[in-house]
């Protein structure tokens, strides 16, 4: 099973999160100003990278808190974990890493 | 009414109705060895649940307001519990807690008295939820039966406390010693949830209590 680091849980089972969505994206800035395709790109508009990608998840079975995940889309490694205003890239901020991220770096 | 029947009984106006009402049989079941039951099943009932939450910096004020209350500080680390049970206080989630208590007055009440004012939201889930207590030699193999943690005597201490699911359900679980564990599940699931447990129990022997 894939298993996700919680920030405040530690590393729990996959199927105690729920999947919210693509954590790149970003609200319209002015949302009364944006243009309604604007709109409809932040609503409905989704790359589908392949590799390392940012999402947001809920540990929606344990804490209830929202987790920055850093996903490899390929081979579902999770890379880093961390709060949702994390900057999982810069590793700055502390993200927990995760035991596969650990076990994938040294492969 | 029925309503009006069970109050000119003279039921107190919190009475608990128990979710496992008539559905827990008193006794020794399963294959006990020489020693005895491996696990004691008993429903904790009836209890005052009370959860608390607050935000920013209404979380300092009330913790201190629930320290003065209830005599206890809710803990800050995460997935941790504290108290004798008279009240136990289990962390639940960032600012969140659950207190918990053998019903003995109106926790709700007196909590939402004493933390609102400072900004607090205080729900009760007394008649939401349900709880078991599980004790005995055998209690970590049914914990891991059902759920997916670490289970070792070193590893879930007494004091810690973890929502997961168990046997598929949402529950929280709460290590009073080393061999006793509380575990909360949602009121409609409490009959499944003993179910499963008594399923799980069946080899090392139960006792119903
Ligand atoms: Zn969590």
Known sequence: MIRINCPYCGLRGHDEFSYIGDATKQRPASPADATAAEWHDFVYIRDNPRGPHQEIWQHIQGCRAFVRVLRNTLTHEVLATGLPQDDLLAGASGPAKTEEAKTGEAS | ?209
């Open chain 2, 1 to 209: 009414m029925p309503d009006s029947s069970t109050e000119a009984a003279g039921v107190a106006p919190l009475g608990r109705q128990s979710a496992l009402s008539g559905m827990i049989r008193p006794g020794d079941h399963g294959a006990a060895d020489y020693r005895g039951p491996g696990v004691t099943i008993t429903e904790r009932h009836p209890l005052s649940m009370v959860q608390i939450e607050a935000r920013g910096p209404e979380v300092a004020v009330m913790l201190e307001a629930s320290n003065a209350v209830l005599g206890l500080r809710p803990p800050q680390a995460p997935n941790t519990s504290v108290g004798d049970g008279h009240p136990r206080i289990l962390w639940t989630g960032p600012n969140r807690w659950l207190v918990v208590e053998p019903e003995s007055r109106d926790l709700d009440t007196v909590l939402q008295d004493a933390l609102i004012p400072g900004g607090a939201a205080v729900v009760d889930l007394g008649h939401g939820r349900a709880s078991l207590r599980l004790s005995g030699r055998s209690v970590r193999q049914i914990l891991m039966k059902g759920a997916g943690l670490d289970w070792h005597v070193r590893a879930f201490t007494p004091g810690m406390c973890a929502q997961t699911t168990m046997f598929h359900l949402p529950a929280l679980i709460d290590c009073r010693d080393e061999s006793t564990f509380d575990i909360y599940v949602a009121r409609g699931f409490a009959v499944s949830f003993l179910e499963s447990v008594t399923q799980a129990a069946a080899e090392y022997g139960y006792r119903l209590g």
